[in-house]
T-cell receptor
Framework: AQTVTQSQPEMSVQEAETVTLSCTYD???????LFWYKQPPSRQMILVIR??????QNATENRFSVNFQKAAKSFSLKISDSQLGDTAMYFC???????????FGTGTRLQVTL | DTGVSQNPRHKITKRGQNVTFRCDPI?????LYWYRQTLGQGPEFLTY????????KSRLLSDRFSAERPKGSFSTLEIQRTEQGDSAMYLC?????????????FGQGTRLTVV
């Protein structure tokens, strides 16, 4: 069975600063996908960024980037130039294939302050 | 088609009553998932469909829970004889299994409160 661990229940960052959210996972699969989802208060969950395990290059989406360390089974999210709209719960998630079910971590609540 | 739609958004019910939730996925998506999210936790997988076939059910899905997806379009999740422990957010997501980006789109969820 796959597990996803997010060890930071809450994080805070000032506007325009950079913050890194941690995620580790455990699996015996050799090919899989990793995701970061954002869930704003009372709003639906949206995909922030994805990483395919067979790709060595770290994924980047505008201000969001990941540090994927396959051997260490680590998948952290870096948010640069934080904005107030980044305030949300962030979930790390794992999937064994395209369009497969997701296994989520417990989430990190990020608060961006002025 | 603006995304995954779930109804109702909120449901309050008395213990022992039956409830049914509906999910309308993105029209071209052939896979549909149900997740349950309790306060302070990440979503937990319940079941998923490919077209009208229910392909996997979690052990979290007790006998009181049943899901259907007739004709491979919308889906319903029914909980019979609700218990207070069923109180949670029920999330629906859809995806297309030939999409290499492997992206699942979520609805806004149905928040169930059992009193």
């Amino acid at each position: 069975a796959q597990t996803v661990t997010q060890s930071q229940p809450e994080m805070s960052v000032q506007e325009a600063e950079t913050v890194t959210l941690s995620c580790t996972y455990d699996t015996s699969e050799s090919n899989y996908y990793l995701f970061w989802y954002k869930q704003p208060p009372s709003r639906q969950m949206i995909l922030v960024i994805r990483q395919e395990a067979y790709k060595q290059q770290n994924a980047t989406e505008n201000r969001f980037s990941v540090n994927f360390q396959k051997a260490a089974k680590s998948f952290s999210l870096k948010i640069s130039d934080s904005q107030l709209g980044d305030t949300a719960m962030y979930f790390c998630a794992f999937s064994t294939g395209t369009a497969s079910k997701l296994t989520f971590g417990t989430g990190t609540r990020l608060q961006v302050t002025l | 088609d603006t995304g995954v739609s779930q109804n109702p958004r909120h449901k309050i019910t008395k213990r022992g009553q039956n409830v049914t939730f509906r999910c309308d996925p993105i029209s071209e998506h052939n896979r549909l998932y149900w997740y349950r999210q309790t306060l302070g936790q990440g979503p937990e997988f319940l079941t998923y469909f490919q077209n009208e076939a229910q392909l996997e059910k979690s052990r979290l899905l007790s006998d009181r829970f049943s899901a259907e997806r007739p004709k491979g379009s919308f889906s319903t999740l029914e909980i019979q004889r609700t218990e207070q422990g069923d109180s949670a957010m029920y999330l629906c997501a859809s995806s297309y299994n030939r999409d290499r980006r492997a992206e699942a789109f979520f609805g806004q969820g149905t928040r169930l409160t059992v009193v």
